[in-house]
């Protein structure tokens, strides 16, 4: 079965850092772009930051410039999102999402990407 799972969310007051992790299971990540997503309650999802499956090309939204970074391990199959400096806005489910584009492209709209995890929850709050 294809799926990609995510782990690492859990409760960390502001200020405090985590990484997550997104595994894939079944298929290589080699060929995907992959980018991670996050929804609040009452909020759309929105993109947060996205790398390419060649040269790991990245981008990131705009809220978590200079807090965030993405980064990918093809022989673990595995892409991370290591957050610091959090804030209670990042508070959200966080997914990660794939889709097949052999380049240095990677997108940050929902809608761009094929296979999706299921999420994990990240909450900041003292």
């Known amino acids: 079965q294809l799926q990609l799972v995510e782990s690492g969310g859990g409760l960390v007051q502001p200020g405090g850092s985590l990484r997550l992790s997104c595994a894939a299971s079944g298929f290589s990540l080699d060929n995907y772009a992959i980018g991670w997503f996050r929804q609040a309650p009452g909020k759309e999802r929105e993109g947060v930051s996205c790398i390419s499956s060649r040269r790991g090309i990245r981008d990131y939204a705009d809220s978590v410039k200079g807090r965030f970074t993405i980064s990918r391990d093809n022989a673990k199959k595995t892409v991370y999102l290591e957050m610091n400096s959090l804030k209670p806005e990042d508070t959200a489910v966080y997914h990660c999402?794939?889709?097949?584009?052999?380049?240095?492209?990677?997108?940050?709209?929902?809608?761009?990407?094929?296979?999706w995890g299921q999420g994990t929850q990240v909450s900041v709050s003292s």
């Open positions: 999402a794939a889709v097949v584009r052999i380049g240095i492209w990677c997108g940050l709209l929902r809608g761009e990407y094929t296979k």
